[in-house]
């Protein structure tokens, strides 16, 4: 920086991916905030002024000779994994092997500058800044992978572009989701399609805005690289269309213990054969419909769930379980018969519904499986996730990744915000469980108030194992309110 203005220019790949050309393009918006002129981003190959240049070996062919010499090193660095380096006062490279890896290493490059211009180290891009007078690149030299591959939020209409300046690659919450099972359950879910008339609650034009909308926020998601699943509870209540048009698909009425108006409701028959046909026609649909999708978030719990009380299905007596999870195979294998790298996330697994006590469905599940499990006891701030250790091992001999989800919609306050350190107690008490690398995260969390301070800790914790909350929480209040709001609060501290 020269008299606070960016005196280099950002450099892509003439080939390269438009994750590549996002992350150059989240660079130049996030310096014109800082000094209101924004960096050229250039795919020249000969660059003559000093340059930042992003890019893999396969997207940037200016890294082939950093690479030989030996100064930029990819060699052993996982999926997302980044090398941002300093050559000389004209050179600075984000390397990565994937285009993900140069979008966070484009991150640790604005972070870094951050950290240059206010001494806050970790810097957060949430940071207001204003950048005046010069600034020089010191020698850096930082390799950095992620502490965990999932780095979800269970928040839905998160903005793309935090998720991304966040480090955040999965979003498991989009769709509909508000805990209920009453219009965010399989049963309502014929308005994520075309078709399916007799089904549907909704008129075809209400429909097709609701489509044109979820695609975009799709769309905009996987632009800022990340992986969207859509939301279902299985199954939630039936449409009324369905009530009116299709009884036979239905068990008895059922009163529903967890009501708000006391109304009783009439549950889809899961030990139907047509049932479960319906559902698979459903899901193969939504898969077709939306070609941005990652996967499906697939949620059994309490109520919301929906159970049959007819003499086969018996409620969330075993029949009813094992009812549950025929229908849950047989959606997996529809979403994978139009989509085989289809991946799932399920919540739930073991707990209320979805009951396995052999882990023989845990091993039919497609391998990369998601499972989502509440920290500690529902609702409680403690400083163990309480997560059994056979799960764990039952988790990674199948493959599958057990994400722990703590969260205000999951009852668990922001008290969060202030516990921080008991949050980061219960990480490292589960890190060190045998198992422990069956763990793919831990989800994001806060929301209100000063708790959007512990969403940055959280998401800074997925990937950086060593964050310590005191100096995450410092520099985002501090940088705010000034150095003393930035001491941190210290246990039995007056
Ligand atoms: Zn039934």
Known sequence: MREGRPAFVLVVGPSADPLERRAAELCAELIEGWTGFSPEIRTDLSVPEPAVLLGTPTSAPSLEEALRAGTIRLAGLPDEGYHLKRIDERRVYVAANDPAGVLYGAVELIERIGSLATGWEPFDPDIPLRLTGDLDAPDWDLRSAPAYPVRMTIESGEDPRWLALHRVNVSGAE??????????????????????????????????????????????????????????????????????????????????????????????????????????????????????????????????????????????????????????????????????????????????????????????????????????????PTPDPMIPTDLLQAVEAASHRLVILSHEAEEVQPLWMVEAPLFREGVRRAEALPGASAIGGWTLQGEVGFGRFDRNYSARRNWDAGAAPERVFGALVGARYGEAAARYPRRGAV
């Open 175 to 380: 769709g509909v989701w508000v805990g209920t099972g009453i219009d965010d359950g399989l049963g309502t879910a014929f308005r994520y399609v075309d078709g399916f008339e007799s089904y549907q609650d909704l008129p075809e034009p209400e429909r097709r805005l609701f489509r044109g909308q979820l695609r975009s926020r799709l769309q905009a998601l996987r632009a800022y690289g990340v992986a969207p699943f859509l939301f279902f509870y299985v199954t939630g209540e039936p449409t009324r269309a369905i009530e009116r048009n299709h009884p036979e698909l239905l068990g008895p009425p059922v009163e529903y213990a967890a009501a708000r108006n006391g109304a009783f409701y009439r549950p889809f028959c899961w030990s139907r054969p047509e049932v479960v046909r319906l559902f698979q026609e459903l899901v193969a649909q939504i898969v077709r419909t939306y070609p941005e999708l990652e996967g499906l978030h697939l949620r059994a719990w309490g109520f919301e769930t929906r159970a049959c009380y007819c003499s086969e299905c018996g409620g969330n007596g075993p029949e009813g379980q094992e009812a549950l999870w025929r229908l849950t195979h047989a959606i997996i294998e529809a979403a994978r018969s139009v989509r085989p790298e289809l991946r799932f996330i399920l919540s739930g697994y073991d707990r209320s519904w979805w009951k396995d006590p052999d882990r023989r469905h845990l091993r039919r599940l497609p391998p990369g499986t998601i499972l989502l499990r509440k920290w500690g006891a529902d609702g409680e």
